[in-house]
């Protein structure tokens, strides 16, 4: 079955996901999330403010749910909280411009991809289906990827001169074949993605898509190659995220059920006797995990608590502004990094820190909420799942540019949810 684009909007998302790869050979993916958010952001905008004068295939899909509003107030008091911790901290308007821009590029995302997916007319389906078609290519290339380290191939293919436009590093502009685990020297794999524990989260969110297909074959060829994405990136976080993030929505609706809670509470009363050596597979389990990258789990942890101790000695309400340099104690990693949470605490101190937490929460409680009674929660809570999982060991905002479908099924759901039940984006052609 083929899926057709109704609208250029659906052409524009259906295009940038199924030619992924192409765009990151030629390391342009950097560049083309915060392009395709204000395009379309533009276009959203222009279909709320035209209402019916629009052109009928892009007219507004209703008003913006509240949800979005939110998200849109607080990703603006991200900005607001960018430019007095530079203030405070005397840092030169070069600098404050630079923050500004990465601001546009990373945490304006966060909104911009809800409201394009809330207000214009795209289908859950152009998504489910494009990253359906992004399993297949890293299907086709899992030969390549396998052989290359076996036969000596280099790591590192080139470095774009896109890179020129500016970003958080090289590495966003470079095509990876494989890189080697620092230590241990074993072959990882990071796809499309700046790093391998990242690329691990990109193949749970392509699970998630997936298994909402309707194609049973599109559907095996998105789960293959999302597990892939898991399997191959040698991520914990992916490893951990795929089960949970993909049978946890599944089972909520079970929550709504009087006999579900019944026998939760004879499983509860007769796990008293095995609970003590349960405990105990679950630590070793953990500890098996931790131990995969024990040196990484070091690092993250230091650089977790340098930050909590300056924020709360140094900047507690809006934060330092930008990360620091690390010392050799992190391996030179910057403090206010490799945590969404703390980092937010470190950068813009504790308003910033709100000013995502009361936005994300919300939104996923409603999400969870939905997801008890319609089967129409399941994607986006596991997405959302994703997110959090992410959070805890990355910084999202840097990362917005490849989670953008999955922000953008949010702000569909919001819709979803906004407009009743007889809203289930089902449509295929």
């Not at 650089?303 to 104690?329: I, K, N, T």
Request: contains cysteine; hydrophobic residues 55%.
């Amino acid at each position: 079955m083929t899926m057709t684009p109704q609208n250029p909007a659906e052409r524009m998302v259906y295009h940038a996901i199924i030619y992924t790869w192409p765009i990151y050979v030629l390391g342009g993916l950097y560049i083309l999330g915060p392009v395709l958010a204000w395009v379309l952001g533009a276009l959203a905008a222009l279909a709320l403010y035209l209402g019916p004068a629009m052109r009928a295939d892009l007219r507004s899909t209703g008003p913006v749910p509240w949800i979005i509003w939110l998200w849109g107030i607080g990703m603006i008091i991200m900005l607001v909280v960018l430019w007095i911790g530079h203030a405070n901290w005397n840092f030169v308007l070069m600098a404050t411009v630079k923050s500004s821009i990465g601001w546009a590029k990373g945490w304006a995302l966060l909104a911009l991809f809800p409201l394009i997916g809330a207000v214009l007319p795209i289908r859950r389906e152009i998504l489910v289906r494009g990253q359906s078609v992004l399993g297949l290519w890293i299907i086709c290339l899992l030969p390549l990827f396998i052989i290359a380290p076996m036969i000596g191939l280099p790591q590192q293919l080139f470095t774009s001169p896109l890179k020129a436009v500016g970003g958080p590093g090289p590495e966003y502009f470079t095509t990876y074949l494989y890189t080697r685990a620092h230590g241990t020297g074993i072959p990882r794999w990071q796809f499309y993605a700046p790093w391998s524990p990242f690329a691990g989260l990109l193949g749970v969110v392509m699970v998630l898509f997936s298994l909402e297909e309707k194609d049973r074959r599109w559907m095996l060829v998105g789960v293959l190659g999302g597990v892939a994405m898991v399997i191959m990136s040698r991520s914990r976080m992916g490893l951990i995220a795929l089960p949970i993030c993909v049978f946890i929505p599944r089972m909520l609706p079970l929550l709504g059920q009087v006999w579900v809670w019944m026998a939760g509470s004879m499983v509860a009363a007769s796990m008293a006797a095995v609970f003590a050596p349960l405990r105990v597979e679950v630590e070793h389990s953990i500890a098996a995990i931790n131990n995969m990258r024990a040196g990484s789990n070091r690092v993250r942890s230091t650089l977790e608590r340098m930050a909590v101790e300056r924020w709360e000695s140094e900047a507690f309400w809006f934060g330092h502004g930008r990360v620091a340099p690390g010392s050799h104690l992190v391996e030179f990693m910057p403090i206010g990094s490799h945590h969404t949470w703390f980092g937010l605490l470190f950068v813009k101190g504790l308003v910033g820190f709100m000013a995502l937490a009361l936005a994300f929460f919300i939104h996923a409680a409603l999400i969870a909420k939905d997801a008890v009674y319609h089967p129409r929660g399941r994607l986006p809570l596991g997405l959302m799942m994703v997110l959090m999982i992410l959070s805890l060991g990355e910084n999202i905002e840097i990362e917005a540019y490849l989670l953008w479908p999955a922000l953008m099924a949010l702000g569909i759901h919001a819709r979803q949810m906004a407009t009743g039940p007889s809203d289930l984006g089902h449509s295929t052609d």
